[in-house]
Every structure is written in structure tokens, then in C-alpha cells.
């Protein structure tokens, strides 16, 4: 590593930067190893993020990935960049457990679309990052690998199921990471930790090989600490595959270059509770200052007309149908082994008849419709991207806020799983701060299939709320 780049300034440094380095031949991929290796040794300890480690298959791809000789960086490729996978997705020949004890010496022949085609890319994965057993629920923890927790305080949660991904962007053990979303569990953790996750539209990032390769309820998508970062992570993930029937062709580099050109929307359609739910009085001041600010800055603020009166048992409903198409074959050898609330799930959805899933997607298209509409009237629509604060680690489903008890251990996530049934790319943005001195994410919800205009607001509104970026940080362990 050249003496004049100390390990913290790479570390602090910009995905796009150190792609940018790469490229010229200015560092190497080993360079980037070393130094992740020691910032996760002296910090992960602390938030358990980062929980298989991968850095001697790293530095083995690595050699594929040294400087070409005309130094030109290459539009949506990742030029050795290393970048960490949730352990929800398969990876060749790194340990993948899904966060599930059945799953704990599980070593894959064959990795998933997503982090294969980032592989393709030149992106070097060194590490899986921890999640809840197969993904279920909005907290990170596991029989596996045990607890994640939050770096802003470590006595409390990053949210989920990509907790692992979002903390360790937010503590300096990833420049990238990739998530995956259905009720939120992309966005979520974002929105607890200070970074930045997208939702995408189905179809735009591959997804897969699945028993269900035409749903699209769940995606993959990219997180970062900023939104060019973001940008660059989404052009190096999207694309046709030609293993996954709904993903699509992509410009190269048409999403970092969106990323990178800021633009105010002229009009935002606000809403703090989509009509559903109730909201954290931190909560709904932080939103409301962030729109506050947006209105000063000359962006016309009306209220959001779409209902989402029927999201949460349509969500409950068609997720559900999912998890029983996922899962019944393990319920019925392993029920015993899996945890309660999978269970639960997967057996309800087993008990759903077709006239209760006909009417979940019955609402979803109304309410997918509608937003369409709203959508072509405005740029946005904004939301918060959580009701609560970050909570305790050690509570494992939020069951009441402002005197409401929640239905079930899913309930919480309405604000983002509502937006999941339309279709419309998503993504959460730090704008703020609330008590505790806690990140506040605001939710964006863009156009269909329009990642690139999303983007290009994003990065205006990241001028507003974060023009310095505020992450990574030392995990914060309180006294």
C-alpha cells in the first residue's frame, strides 16, 4: 500500500473514488483487503456484523483483477473493488448459512445471479454479512452467529434482514454491500444505521435461482454510504441474466451517472403514516422538519392521495402464499429447528385459501394503480422509512408503539412493505437526526422502473440533508 494513503483515509474513502484508484493502477485489490481486514478486526467485535469471513478466496481472485494496462475505468464495472454479500445469498465456495443452524457448514458449488454477476464485474467478495434466519423479520439475529447490533449504539438494533450489510457500511467494514428486500428489509436497516439502500424494480437487479422465479415481492438491491456510491453499486448489479425470466437490460453506467447529477424535484407528494399505521413522536417531528426544509428549498409539498388502506393484509396475505412456496419442504422435515415466527408464517401461508389471496391481489393492483397515477402528477412520494427509532437489540419484533399493539411480528414494517406491493423502486435516504442522536431515513418512492430519475433527486435532496457525509463511524458502546 502506498505510504501516502494510511489505512483510515481508505476506509473513509468513497466506493467510487477507490474504483476510480483501481483503475489507474494507484492501488491494488490487496491494498483494499489489508485494510478492510484490519478495520474489521479492530471494530466488527463490537457490532457483529461481518460474521464469515472470506479474505484468503478474496485475495485469490484478486490476481484477476489487477491494473489493465490502458488505466481506463470502465462504466458500471467494479475493477477489484471488494464488496460484502448478505448471507442470505449463495456464494461458491464461501460459507452460506442463511442464518439457519440447518444451514450452519453449508459451503455452496454455485453462487446466486446477484453475486455472481457482481463477481463478473470485478467486484472481490471477502466477507457474508449477517441476517435473521432465511430473512425473516426486520431484526438481525440467528442461532448461527447470534445478534447484530447498531454502531450508533451498540445496545440497540440496525433493523433488518440486511442488518449486517447496513452496519457494516455504517462501520467501515464495506465501501458496497448487497441487500435484499421484501417487507423492507433493505431499506429498513439503512434507515437505522445513517446509509443508503435501494429497493429496485423487479426485474432490474437479478434475483434467483428460486422456486418462485416470477415473484415480486422480494428483490436484490445494492447498499452504500452515499448515493453516487449507490448508483455505481446498482450499474455493477443490474442487467439481463439470462437465469432470471424478469430481469431486464441496463445502460451501462446509467445509474452512477444519474447519481452524480443532482436535480430538486419540482413536487413531492408527503405522507408520515400512509394512512395505516401509528408513528413515533421522533419519528413524525424528524419527517416533519425534513419536509419543512424541502419546502424552504423551493420543492412544492401536497399531501399523498393514494390509499393503503388494505396493504397490510394484503402484504401478510401474499407473503405468506411466499413463504410456504419457499419453505414447506423444510417446515415438514425440520419444523422442529426452525424459529417460532417462520414457522407461523409458513404455516399460515400453507392455510390460505384462493379467495384470500385473490383479494390481496386484487388491493395490491389498486393500490398499485393509483400510486401510478400519483406518480405522474409528481416527482416523489416521501414517507418515513421506519415509524420507530432504532429499539433494543435485545426485543425481538416491535409489539406496541403510542398505546397501538401490532398484529403481528411483521406489522411494524408497514411503511415500507406497503410501497413493496407496487412495484415502485424505493429507497431510504439519511436526512436528520432524532433523539439519542439516531439517523432518521427518509423513504423515497420513485417512478416505475425509473432508478435513474430516483437517483438524480436523491443525490439533490443529499445536498440538503447530509452535504457531509456522516459515516463510517466507531461503534458508540454505551457507558
Not at 407496487?422 to 437526526?433: D, E, F, I, V, Y
Amino acid at each position: 500500500m502506498p505510504e501516502e494513503i494510511p489505512m483510515d483515509e481508505l476506509i473513509r474513502a468513497t466506493a467510487r473514488d477507490l474504483v476510480a484508484r483501481l483503475a489507474r493502477g494507484e492501488v491494488t485489490p490487496n491494498d483494499l483487503l489489508d485494510a478492510l481486514e484490519r478495520r474489521v478486526e479492530a471494530v466488527d467485535g463490537a457490532v457483529n456484523a461481518v460474521v464469515t469471513r472470506a479474505f484468503d478466496q478474496a485475495r485469490a481472485a484478486a490476481r484477476h483483477w489487477m491494473p489493465t494496462t490502458d488505466r481506463r475505468r470502465q462504466p458500471g464495472r467494479l475493477h477489484g473493488l471488494p464488496v460484502a454479500i448478505k448471507d442470505l445469498t449463495a456464494t461458491a465456495g464461501i460459507r452460506t448459512t442463511y442464518g439457519s443452524p440447518l444451514f450452519a457448514d453449508n459451503v455452496p458449488a454455485r453462487s446466486d445471479n446477484v453475486a455472481a454477476r457482481l463477481e463478473e464485474r470485478g467486484g472481490i467478495i471477502y466477507a457474508k454479512t449477517n441476517t435473521p434466519e432465511f430473512g425473516a423479520g426486520a431484526q438481525t439475529f440467528n442461532e448461527v452467529f447470534g445478534t447484530t447490533t447498531n454502531p450508533w449504539n451498540t445496545s440497540l438494533t440496525p433493523g433488518g434482514s440486511s442488518g449486517g450489510s447496513a452496519v457494516a457500511l455504517a462501520s467501515g467494514t464495506a465501501w458496497l454491500a448487497q441487500g435484499s428486500d421484501l417487507g423492507g428489509s433493505l431499506r429498513i436497516p439503512a434507515a437505522f444505521t445513517g446509509v443508503v439502500g435501494l429497493r429496485p424494480t423487479p426485474g432490474r437487479v437479478p434475483h434467483g435461482p428460486s422456486v418462485s422465479p416470477f415473484s415480486t415481492l422480494s428483490v436484490e438491491g445494492p447498499m452504500a454510504r452515499d448515493v453516487a456510491d449507490l448508483g455505481l453499486m446498482l450499474d455493477a448489479m443490474a442487467g439481463l441474466h439470462p437465469r432470471d425470466p424478469l430481469s431486464r437490460e441496463a445502460e451501462a453506467g446509467l445509474f452512477e451517472a444519474a447519481a452524480t447529477a443532482p436535480r430538486k424535484p419540482r413536487r413531492v407528494a408527503v405522507s408520515v403514516d400512509l394512512g395505516i399505521v401509528p408513528v413515533a413522536a421522533d419519528v413524525r417531528a424528524a419527517f416533519g422538519r425534513a419536509v419543512d426544509r424541502l419546502a424552504a428549498e423551493g420543492v412544492e409539498i401536497v399531501p399523498l392521495e393514494t390509499s393503503f388502506a388494505e396493504a397490510e393484509s394484503a402484504f401478510k396475505a401474499l407473503r405468506a402464499g411466499l413463504m410456504a412456496t419457499l419453505h414447506e419442504d423444510m417446515l415438514q422435515a425440520h419444523r422442529d429447528r426452525l424459529k417460532p415466527d417462520l414457522v407461523w408464517n409458513i404455516e399460515h401461508g400453507l392455510g390460505l385459501d384462493a379467495a384470500t389471496l385473490g383479494r390481496a391481489e386484487r388491493a395490491r393492483a389498486k393500490m398499485t394503480l393509483d400510486l401510478i397515477d400519483e406518480l405522474s402528477r409528481v416527482d416523489l412520494v416521501l414517507t418515513p422509512t421506519v415509524l420507530t427509532p432504532p429499539f433494543p437489540h435485545t426485543i425481538r419484533a416491535l409489539e406496541e408503539i403510542e398505546g397501538h399493539r401490532f398484529e403481528t411480528y411483521v406489522s411494524w414494517l408497514a411503511l415500507t412493505f406497503a410501497i413493496t406491493l407496487t412495484g415502485t423502486p424505493a429507497m431510504s435516504l439519511p436526512a436528520g437526526r432524532m433523539a439519542g442522536d439516531l439517523p432518521f431515513g427518509l423513504q423515497l418512492v420513485g417512478r416505475p422502473a425509473d432508478e435513474a430519475a430516483l437517483l438524480t433527486h436523491a443525490a439533490w435532496m443529499e445536498t440538503v440533508f447530509t452535504p457531509v457525509r456522516e459515516v463510517p463511524v466507531d461503534p458508540r458502546i454505551p457507558a
